[in-house]
């Protein structure tokens, strides 16, 4: 099993920045892939980022392309996404995600075997 526990989630005002963490803990040797997905009110759940292990490769949907930086630390077992230049539109739920693979499909919510609670980001003034 693996453990994730994100943090960072909050209220900001439109063009404003937040840093979202996720710890992850127990069986970290099977992390492969992590990923951002989101799931606003009303709204299936969707991809955000997704970075392999080595952060060799990552990739982000076209939505949050430019604004937000998907990054680990390996040492620590964390990862990160820092959202810059944020819109109401991007108000949902954020969760952090681990497959212990590579994903043929990286932004297939149903890759993915672990999965945090979420932490909630409200965009509004």
């Known amino acids: 099993q693996v453990q994730l526990v994100e943090s960072g989630g909050g209220l900001v005002q439109p063009g404003g920045s937040l840093r979202l963490s996720c710890a992850a803990s127990g069986r970290t040797f099977s992390v492969y892939t992590m990923a951002w997905f989101r799931q606003a009110p009303g709204k299936e759940r969707e991809f955000v980022a997704g970075i392999r292990w080595s952060a060799a490769t990552i990739y982000y949907a076209d939505s949050v392309k430019g604004r937000f930086t998907i990054s680990n630390d390996n040492a620590k077992k964390m990862l990160y996404l820092q959202m810059n230049s944020l819109k109401p539109e991007d108000t949902a739920v954020y969760y952090c995600?681990?497959?212990?693979?590579?994903?043929?499909?990286?932004?297939?919510?149903?890759?993915?075997?672990?999965w945090g609670h979420g932490t909630q980001v409200t965009v509004s003034s």
């Open positions: 995600a681990v497959a212990p693979y590579w994903p043929a499909n990286v932004g297939a919510s149903d890759e993915y075997r672990y």
